[in-house]
């Protein structure tokens, strides 16, 4: 086989909404399941389980005909959020072993139930020994996800898809080579070609039953008679595909969602759900290997309204456990107003951090532990709690900031500590402790609070700070002055003059 | 003739000493040692026998103004000056950015955690030691209602043992117990206002060595700790 030929990969789900609901709730698999179109005992069943099958249920049936079959009959109406959370999942699983795929369109026809990405396969030996492994860690990937599925390898993407399509059981493969093409799709049914149903209704008219039947026909009369369509069909049949090259996605947002069967209102029950959903999540982002950068989470309430919520994480991390704590802690915060009836988490997968460690440098956290630890610390402490200290570029002696943890790595070795060792530091009070203070001649002499008591022995001061004054909420003016009290304590003592009142804001320690 | 050399040998060294001054270092044992972590003020370090040891749970005890916070800011500057990265467990909300810049700590090789509770504290110290690779852990329990919590200590004991941090613990009483493998206790002994207007000049803390495996030498030392208006 020419390692230059274009071969591309077709991974494909035969049935989707069974999938889908397996893949939200695999304690399932095994259970006679059924997925109905609807509510209610007349609704219709889009799939059937095989175990249900075996005892006898069809699809295309009412539910209330399916129930006097199979009385233990597990009955899941279908779910577009599922369905499009696994129809996404699917891509996930192509990506993580080729960086070009694309989902395949949507059959109208008899295959509207299956669901298939196309991804390139070319060059792929390299990496997988051979297609044959290459198709086999496909169909493991896929597994993985909760998507059992077939995999074919053809020279065109139409090709590969008619060839899973032959495939009967889940995580089988099927590698057609080169110039086997017309060999191949001869003998096959004309449906496998997927012709829209008129056009198919047609051809069975005419007789024409398999592709070497319609192949046989002239074509510029079939043209003619059945409209380009058929003429796709031919060109299909002929072994021809599209060979566009495949894209790479760029967008790293994954959704996950669950329609909730009967409306929650506990957040017990809610958190069970969203582990659910996370787990889902950071399985298909560690199959992209992506790690999560935070999560918006959407409740959609029984009462119609929608509430929607960022929960940020302090670093980029793959842990159920931290993320599913971040998510409680943000619903306990703040619960939802109303019964849950559909929660959708969505993420936007970023790069795992690493790191290349140095000689010259200490090796601090590696950057998926501390992640992990930056994820913990948020969800015990709260986002705002966390962070690298930095000087606020203010006068107000309480302000401070904090940024996002990033260690920078040493210039050098070892560089040079500003200013001497054993400078006094202060301890501040957040908030600043009230303070009964009696005054002599615009002096202290006296203080009484929580923290430093008696005559003031020593002072130094003071110094007056003001600022804001363009704003009523932001306007201070203080006189500070350094004191040391009978007790021992050395204290930052300030007159606040818009409040006239003193305080003890830091304490020299 | 060997008495003759003698002399001669002396006083080469000493034209050598004279003449290369300052390049010349004495031998023997490094000044950091690598498993202790300099605070970098020579009278604790002395005290202490180099610094606070690495993989071991220390702690400071001292009443306020007793010069607990500049040991702390100064073992921080000690540690981000040489590229480590280290973490801040704040209980009682005291860390002043401004005073640590001020104290020479690299802000951005520090991880501050404002946490309100002691439960809470402990356990963030616990995860931060299981992280491994932070150098220095300091949990700031210096609070009024801080109770002994001896259980927890070993635990975090063995957790600084098993992530070779060094994790030293800030109370205003002894609290640690013998989970600690070095304790000192920091007692302010003079402060000093001078000039005219006055200012804050210091403060002098007495330090005492409560508590070490293998005590190096004095248990007893004066540290002198100096004011600036940044701070």
Redesign the interface.
Known sequence: MSSDAPRTACLLVPNLPLTAELRAHPELDGEPLAVASGPGPRAELIAVSAEAARRGVLDQTSVAHARAVCADLIVRIASPALETAARAALLDAALSVSPRASWAPRSAGAFAAEAAVYLDASGVDALFQSEAGFAAALCARARRLGLPGNVAIASSRQLAQIAARRLSGPGETFLLAPGREAAFLAPLPIDILDPEDALAETLTRFGVYTVSDLLALPRRALRSRLGPDVMRLIELAQGRGDDTPLPVPSNARLLEAIDLEFPIDRLESLAFVVQGLLSRLLARLEARHLACGGLALTLQREDGAREARWIGTAAPTLDLRVLVRLVCHALESQPPQAAVESVTLETEGVPIQSDQLDLF??????PA??G???A??EA??GGD????????DHNHPDA????P??????HT??????????????????PPLDASVRVSQGLPQHVRSA??NGRV????GPWRTTGGWWSQEEHFAFDSF?V?TAD????RLRFDHLRKHWQID???? | MAAAALPTTAAAVEGLLRDLGPQLRRGGAPAEPTGRLATGIAEIDRLLGGGFPRGRLSEIAGAPSSGRTSLALALLARCTAAGEVTAMVDCADAFDPRSAHSAGVSLDRVLWVRTPRTPQALRCAERLLDAHGFALVLLDLAIPDFRSVPATALRLARSAASSGTALVVLTATRALGTAAEVAIELAPAQTRFSGTPALLEGLDVQVSLVRHRNPPGPRYATARLHATRAA
């Not at chain 1, 440098?361 to 590696?366: D, L, Q, Y």
């Not at chain 1, 401070?400 to 940024?403: D, R």
């Not at chain 1, 943890?405 to 040493?410: G, L, N, S």
């Not at chain 1, 022995?457 to 130094?460: D, F, G, K, N």
Request: hydrophobic share 45%; charged share 15%; net charge positive.
């Open positions: 440098r200490p090796a601090g956290p590696a532990a501390l992990r630890t930056l913990e610390l015990l402490c709690r966390i962070g690298s200290p930095r000087v606020a401070f900031q904090m940024a943890f990033r260690p920078a790595p040493p070795p070892h560089e040079p500590i500003p200013g001497p060792a054993g400078q006094l530091a202060i301890r501040a009070l957040r923290i430093a022995l020593q002072l130094a350094d040391q021992g304590t050395v204290a830091a304490v020299y320690d």
